[in-house]
T-cell receptor, first 114, second 112 residues
Framework: DVKVTQSSRYLVKRTGEKVFLECVQDMDHENMFWYRQDPGLGLRLIYFSYDVKMKEKGDIPEGYSVSREKKERFSLILESASTNQTSMYLC?????????????FGPGTRLTVL | SQQGEEDPQALSIQEGENATMNCSYKTSINNLQWYRQNSGRGLVHLILIRSNEREKHSGRLRVTLDTSKKSSSLLITASRAADTASYFCATRIKGGSEKLVFGKGTKLTVNP
């Protein structure tokens, strides 16, 4: 059974802390994505990666960075957390375009920044 | 930027009734996908329809695509309480990268 896992379901951090969100997939997918989801705004893409060490900015990259040192792992980093980064963070992965084009999602990390 | 916009934002029906959700988008697409999200969880892929297809079925799901109107609909027949969830459309833009652009979702409640 295919799987995307995220390091924490719930996380509480303080303003100014450096925060790491980890995502691991076991499907050998080339592409990995980080989204944030807020009420009334839907899913917004923060960053995505189409290969190891490769990354591309999404729609809202400000305040975030990412790291992909291994194919199965994609990390989202909040360099200095702020209260407006309180949100649900969703990781996803997909195969590079083919017949099966869907993204597989992790369970999400609900981050609260105090 | 939001490519897909779902309509309605919320829908409440009785078990056994059909539920129809619509999605409109702005630019040419390669495919359109529908996802489901149970409260507080990740999204699960339901069905994909390609730009050269007009209709697709999967179990109780029926998806239509009208590229001339830039719109799609998702029909869930004979709904069950377990169908209660949020439903999102997502588009892969033609000539774009591997990313999908998601709408804001329709929150469906099926009352027993």
């Amino acid at each position: 059974d295919v799987k995307v896992t995220q390091s924490s379901r719930y996380l509480v951090k303080r303003t100014g802390e450096k925060v790491f969100l980890e995502c691991v997939q076991d499907m050998d997918h080339e592409n990995m994505f980080w989204y944030r989801q807020d009420p009334g705004l839907g899913l917004r893409l923060i960053y995505f990666s189409y290969d190891v060490k490769m990354k591309e900015k999404g729609d809202i990259p400000e305040g975030y960075s990412v790291s992909r040192e291994k194919k199965e792992r994609f990390s989202l980093i909040l360099e200095s957390a702020s209260t407006n980064q309180t949100s649900m963070y969703l990781c996803a992965s997909s195969r590079t375009s083919g017949r099966r084009d869907e993204q597989f999602f992790g369970p999400g990390t609900r981050l609260t920044v105090l | 930027s939001q490519q897909g916009e779902e309509d309605p934002q919320a829908l409440s029906i009785q078990e056994g009734e059909n539920a129809t959700m619509n999605c409109s988008y702005k630019t040419s697409i390669n495919n359109l996908q529908w996802y489901r999200q149970n409260s507080g969880r990740g999204l699960v892929h339901l069905i994909l329809i390609r730009s050269n297809e007009r209709e697709k079925h999967s179990g109780r799901l029926r998806v239509t695509l009208d590229t001339s109107k830039k719109s799609s609909s998702l029909l869930i027949t004979a709904s069950r309480a377990a169908d209660t969830a949020s439903y999102f459309c997502a588009t892969r833009i033609k000539g774009g990268s591997e990313k999908l652009v998601f709408g804001k979702g329709t929150k469906l409640t099926v009352n027993p």
